[in-house]
Each structure stands twice: as C-alpha cells, then as structure tokens.
C-alpha cells in the first residue's frame, strides 16, 4: 500500500475527529464567555478543521499538497452529507436517547451554559445533566442549531465507525509484511465493533466510546511504528474526546495512553518527550477546559464540599446497575460475571444469564439486537465462539514461537492494559460499559499475521477462522439491527403522523410525556396539537394509548 493512500486516508479519518474536538472547544469557550450553542458554531469548526488540514498537508506532504486539501476536504464534507441524510432517515426509538439524552441537547439548544448553570433548574434528570460528560450533547446540539433536525444531532455516531476504519487502514498497514487483503478486512473489523454498530442510530454515547478508543489503538501502533507527529497530534484529539464522551471513557484512556506512555520510556524511545507532551495537553484540555462541567462543576466542587464527587447521589444510584442486572450477578465477581455474560444468550432483559454451546444461536438472539443496551452477550451471539478461537490461537502462536518476535513485546503491553481498562470496571459483563473488549482478538489476530511466517500452519489457520467468526458475527449484527431499526423507527413515524392528523386546535390530544422529553419535541416539531397532563390523563385507561418504544400515553380522540 502506498504512502500516499495511507496519508491520505489517517488525515480523512483524522478530519472528523478533529472536527468533533473543534465543535467541543468553540462550544466551551463561548460558555465561558456566555455565549450559548449558535447555529454558527459547527462552520466555525469547520473552518478550524480545513486550517488543520491545510497546515498539516503544507508541513508534512511532500507534493500536491494543495489538490490533496481539496480532495480530502471535498470527501469529508460529502461523507457528512451522506451521514446527516442516513442519520435522519432512522429515527431513535431507544430509552435513554428519548429521555435524559433528549432533554440535554434540547436543553443546550435552547441556551442551557453548562459552565455558568450545571444543571438546568427545571430539568427531569438533573442528576444525569450534572454529573455526565458533555461532549456528544454538545456536538448533537451543534449540528441540530445549523441543520434544524432534531435525529441530525447522531451523526457523530454514524461517522466515527468510519473514522475509526480510515484510521486503521495506515496503522494495519505500517507491519509492511501483511497483504493488502488483511490489511482492509482487519480495518472493517476494528471498524465494526459491536456496540457501535447497534448504537449508529441512537443518541447513545458507548458507540463512540467503542470507535475512539479503537482509533485510540491505532494510533498508538501509528506512533510505535512510524514515530508519526500526525498521529501523535490526532492521539492527543482522540484523549480530548475520550475524556468529554463518557465518563468511563477517561478512565480507560488515562490507563491505555499513559501505560503505552511509559513504555516508551522503558524502552527508551526517542519521542517519549514529544507523545508526553500532547499527552499532557490532551488531559488538560479534555479535563480542565472541554470537561470544565462536569470535571470541575461537579466532582471537584462536590468532593471537596461534601466528600462525594456524586453528591447528591450516589454512583450506584445514578448507574441503577442493581435493578439493571441478572440477579445472580449480585452476588458474583467481576471476572466471573464477564466469562458468564461471554458464554450466555444474548438477552436485553434480566432473566438469569443461560449458558449456551459456543458457536449456537438462534433467531430470539438475533433480534435482541433491535436495542442499543444488550446486556447479557452483548457483543453477539456469535463472540463467545471468538473467545475459545482467541485462546486457542494464542497457545498455538505461543508453541510456534512467535512470541519471540521483536514486536510481540508492544502487543503483550497493548493487549495487557487493554485487560486492566476492562476489568477495572466491576460491571464490564455488560457490554457497552466495556466496548473495548471486542479488540482483543483482534489484536491477536494482527499480532500473528505480522509476526512473519511460520513453519507450522495451524496458527495463520487460526487466524483465519477467528477473524471469519468475527465477520460474520459483525456483520450480522450490522444488517439485523439497522433493518430492526429502521422497521422501529417508522412505525413511530407512521404513529406520530397519524396523531397528527387527529389532532387539532378545537380538539387538542391529552397527553402525559412521562420521562420521554424526545417525544415532546416531536409532538412539537409534527404540529401535533396538544394538551400535557402530567401524570394522570383526563380519559378512562380503556381510551388510553401507549406510544411505539415509550412510556407516553394519550387519550384516543
């Protein structure tokens, strides 16, 4: 693969991400200064990320850097298009992006300053609006102020999968002895993480936790083979973003690039001090500037005051994991409830985990995956499988020798601090809680192929079969949810049209939204004419109607 094509495609992948920090910190000064979420913000942004481009081109392309800008700037903007038009074709039917996710970004929309105001006064979930990080709601609300699309706002969720892949590509293929065919169906693999596929459609935020911490990985390998300052820079983004996505997400990112940190200095490496540097700024800006609310506002302020960073919750009362969990699993340990939850059926209630034959499946499995929260065997029926394949591939590497090639040391300390970032969440059982999981046999895979050749074939034979297993499990997962999803959303449509058309000014709808703040603004974006009756409707239950994948109920007219 050229070096032009593998320039080329990090500076694309490197575009969106870059992007997203750009609409986080344009967002976090004007807080600061007092101004709200702008319909201008997300052109500004934009103007941020082509000067980057440009000055990253101009410093380290050799030739044609000006045709190049336009090229990738041009292949950006119509990959956003695309993804806009994708992104409002389903519309999300999941809880948490019609309830707390909603009311955030509408709140932001609407003028919330969550650097001179923590929480909305009036909000229904002021404990989630304090104390989570605010990075997609910001985005979300970014692109919602310029669009006027309200399912606009999960683009970003659409977008990063692909970024994640444009990024893998030149970081699979800097292990120059592995063919191109590897090196594009590893890069669709690391693409496809699970979670990320079947939260694409929904105000979720673990889809992008799980792509940026796998463009994270790859450019860590970018960095370790090429000493790459693009890809130092763009690791710093990535931390910025890690940080401001999901509260976990700076945990994981603090122990994954500060252990990769010191291991560069353990082996002497001559740009530890440039990689400290942009570490460092990344933890800064993420933490003290971007992540000014909640870092700040809530856990330094409340643990300071009172002792408790959740103050006035608790973190097991914000996370309602007791109530969220099988039953059994309350009283297990954290290693023994993943292994049980790797070997089960994938179920999104909290029925007793069920052991099941690796490799097996069924329909039921399947469709589980309509929702974006597939709590036991969430990474597919299909993982558990992948689990004994990996295991068994590392043994056979093991006896053929390769754990003896020189970079077999980097994936050792990789694939290590990836396991801490996983088991130091109690409840990585669940999938979106640890979506990073889905990498490790990845990894072994790419750690084999790039070893070099090897008198025994059992090991590349291996190889083969896990990455086929992982394909077919993602890919899967790909079709079965967005077709789910897309059936899901227009029947919500189908439903809100019709309310709508019941609906009038001489007879307004009685409705009671319950928690479901996304429901209200759909009401009010169809030209649903209504009247709110918070708790209790004025009609008889006979004459109630539940909404489609809500609690909202109204009174049939």
């Known amino acids: 693969m050229s070096e032009h094509l593998k320039s080329s495609c990090l500076l694309l992948g490197g575009f969106f991400i870059v992007l997203y920090f750009f609409i986080l910190m344009v967002g976090s000064i004007g807080f600061f200064v007092g101004l709200p979420i702008t319909w201008y913000h997300l052109p500004v942004a934009i103007l941020f990320t082509a000067a980057w481009l440009w000055l990253t081109l101009r410093r380290h392309s050799q030739q044609q850097s000006t045709s190049r800008f336009w090229i990738i700037l041009g292949a950006g903007a119509g990959i956003a298009l695309i993804g806009l038009k994708l992104s409002g074709a389903i519309t999300d039917t999941s809880w948490d992006g019609q309830t707390y996710h909603a009311e955030a970004i509408l709140y932001l929309t609407q003028g919330w300053n969550p650097v001179h105001q923590p929480t909305p006064i009036d909000a229904l979930f002021q404990n989630y609006l304090a104390i989570f990080a605010k990075g997609p709601w910001i985005a979300a609300a970014a692109v919602i102020k310029l669009s006027g699309e309200f399912e606009h706002g999960k683009v970003f969720s659409l977008i990063l999968p692909l970024a994640t892949l444009l990024i893998a590509v030149p970081a699979i293929a800097s292990f120059r002895e592995i063919k191109s065919a590897w090196v594009l169906s590893l890069s669709l693999l690391f693409a496809a993480n699970p979670v990320s596929v079947y939260q694409m459609f929904t105000f979720y935020v673990d889809g992008q936790l799980s792509s940026l911490m796998v463009i994270a990985i790859c450019l860590m390998l970018l960095v370790y083979r090429d000493q790459s300052r693009p890809a130092m820079l763009l690791l710093a983004v990535s931390i910025v ?180 970032s996983i088991l130091i969440n109690p409840e990585s059982w669940w999938a979106r809680y640890a979506p990073q999981l889905a990498v490790l046999p990845l990894l072994i895979v790419l750690w084999v192929i790039s070893s070099g050749p090897s008198d025994s074939r059992r090991a590349p034979g291996l190889a083969l079969a896990l990455a086929l297993t992982m394909a077919v499990n993602n890919v899967a997962l790909l079709v079965v949810h967005n077709s789910l999803a897309h059936a899901a959303g227009s029947t919500l449509d189908k439903q809100l049209a019709q309310i709508q058309q019941q609906s009038s000014q001489q007879k307004p709808i009685a409705v009671n939204f319950d928690y479901f703040v996304g429901t209200r603004y759909r009401f009010d974006s169809s030209g649903v004419h209504y009247e709110e009756h918070p708790g209790q409707l004025p009609c008889d239950v006979s004459q109630q109607t539940r909404l489609v994948y809500s609690e909202a109920t109204i009174c049939r007219p």
């Open 241 to 420: 973003l890690l940080v401001n996505v999901k509260l976990n997400g700076a945990i994981y990112i603090l122990i994954l690039a500060g252990g990769f940190l010191l291991w560069t200095f353990w082996q002497r490496h001559d740009y530890g001090i440039a990689l400290t540097g942009w570490f460092v700024a990344g933890c800064m800006l993420g933490g003290l500037v971007i992540g000014f609310n909640p870092y700040i506002t809530q856990f330094i302020t409340m643990l300071f005051t009172y002792g408790n960073p959740f103050h006035p919750d608790s973190w097991q009362a914000i996370t309602l994991i007791e109530i969220n969990s099988p039953p059994e699993f309350l009283e297990m340990g954290r290693v023994q409830k993943l292994v049980v939850s790797l070997f089960s059926r994938s179920e999104v209630s909290i029925y007793p985990a069920t052991y099941k034959i690796p490799f097996s499946f069924s329909w039921h499995e399947w469709k589980v995956f309509l929702w974006p929260d597939v709590r036991v065997g969430g990474f597919g029926p299909l993982f558990g499988g992948a689990i004994l394949l990996t295991a068994a591939l590392v043994a056979a590497s093991i006896r053929d020798g390769r754990h003896k090639a020189y970079q077999s040391g980097f994936f050792f300390m990789l694939q290590g601090l990836l396991l801490v």
